[in-house]
């Protein structure tokens, strides 16, 4: 296979309601979409990042740089091209993580297609439908809180996850769970927003039946994570902090976490991503893949690894109209609280023109 063309789509999607984290309080999505095309067939990715660094040390502009100036001149150059090309061509380049993922995944569904292969059955799924939660953002009140929570469960989300911060922990917490009754799936996850001097507080949510806290410390903080699991009864979640399968290996082996959330951006592509299922399968550690607000291009590309076996627990890959009045995919629904993993070649998915070009701020060929 060889790259005739990539083109970066800058979009701008509204959502449907404001998504607030520890780090961030969105109301619109601005990333980029990467089309690939190739002598054999096109594929397209989502960007994971933002316009700002603030979940993570890469944003857009950046990485539009990074891709044109450092990566695709290694990729482009080579005889010939695949997804799993990618990793040792780019291995010159340090980190960027999100960028090398967009550009991988891009060709990844480009060669899935090329043989009319799934994103499914490349990666090994053997699920055609998987459970999904959602993720709840935090709220003005906890009344707010408990209407978006009864909104979620009337659609059929199988978990609620709870974003929380110092001053939004233990109170929405514990009237969820109230509210909600013990029964009820229910995370929480901080976004790096606390430190082992709140161990106590933190030790106080083994209360609430917690499946998992998710990320309470800086993600480079895989001692302070370690400690922290030993003083809680609550599985402990890395997201941030798990950038590749040796990150994984090491965290288990340092007992930091009982569980990780897998999101392919952050690990560099869907290939880190399954090694960091085999890691974890290994030692016995459920994964679940996360969301970053994705369109129904890395929505769709999700779903298929989540569909894999050791992604045991229901991820954040919500029905599309969670956060997109319209997604520039068909819209995924939730069918009694599963997604149902798409079949076709590649991703399954392919983009709706017009919906594109309605959120579609610029185009711009990086490689020609
Ligand atoms: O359902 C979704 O796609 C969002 C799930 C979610 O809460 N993602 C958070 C996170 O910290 O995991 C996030 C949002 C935006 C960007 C990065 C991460």
Redesign the pocket.
């Known amino acids: 296979m060889r790259i005739e063309l990539v083109e970066l789509v800058d979009v701008r999607l509204p959502l449907v309601r404001p998504f607030r ?1 520890s780090v ?1 309080g969105d109301t619109e999505r601005r990333t980029f979409l990467l089309r690939v095309v190739t002598d054999r067939a096109e594929g397209w990715a989502e960007y994971g990042g933002d316009p700002e660094p603030s ?1 993570c040390a890469e944003f857009a502009a950046g990485t539009e740089r990074v891709l044109a100036d450092h990566l695709l001149p290694r990729i482009t150059g080579l005889d010939r091209v695949s997804a799993a090309r990618v990793g040792p061509a780019a291995a010159g380049v340090k980190g960027n993580h999100l960028a090398k993922a967009v550009l991988e995944t891009a060709i990844l569904d480009a060669e899935l297609r090329a043989h009319g292969m799934s994103f499914a059955t490349g990666l090994g799924a053997v699920r055609d439908r998987v459970p999904v939660g959602v ?1 709840v953002g935090i709220t003005d009140t906890v009344g707010e809180l408990l209407e978006t929570v009864a909104a979620h469960l009337d659609e059929g989300y199988v978990r609620i ?1 709870l974003k929380i911060e110092p001053g939004w922990d233990l109170e929405p917490v514990r009237a969820v769970r109230e509210e909600f009754g013990p029964d009820l799936p229910l995370q929480v ?1 901080a ?1 790096t927003a606390y430190s082992l001097t709140d161990a106590e507080r933190l030790r106080r949510l083994d209360d609430f039946g917690l499946v998992q806290i998710e990320q309470p410390l800086a993600e480079d903080d895989l001692r302070g994570h370690a400690e922290l699991a030993a003083m809680l009864g609550t599985p402990i979640c890395l ?1 941030e902090s798990i950038r590749s399968a040796r990150d994984a290996a090491t965290a288990i082996a340092l007992r930091a976490c009982r569980i990780v959330n897998v999101k392919p951006a952050r690990v560099g592509g869907y290939l880190e991503a399954r090694r960091i299922h085999d890691v974890c399968a290994a030692h016995g550690i459920p994964v679940w893949c ?5 369109t129904g291009i890395g929505r769709a590309q999700n779903l298929a690894l989540a569909a894999l076996p050791g992604f045991v627990l229901p991820g ?1 890959i ?1 029905a599309s109209g969670r956060y997109y009045a319209e997604d520039i995919t068909a819209a995924f629904e939730l069918e009694d609280g599963h997604l149902s993993v798409p079949d076709g070649p590649g991703s399954g998915v392919n983009v709706l023109p017009d919906a594109l070009a309605r959120c579609t701020v610029a185009r711009r060929v990086l490689y020609a």
């Open positions: 984290t961030s979940y993720s996850k996850d976004n997201d996360g969301g970053m607000l994705e954040d919500s």
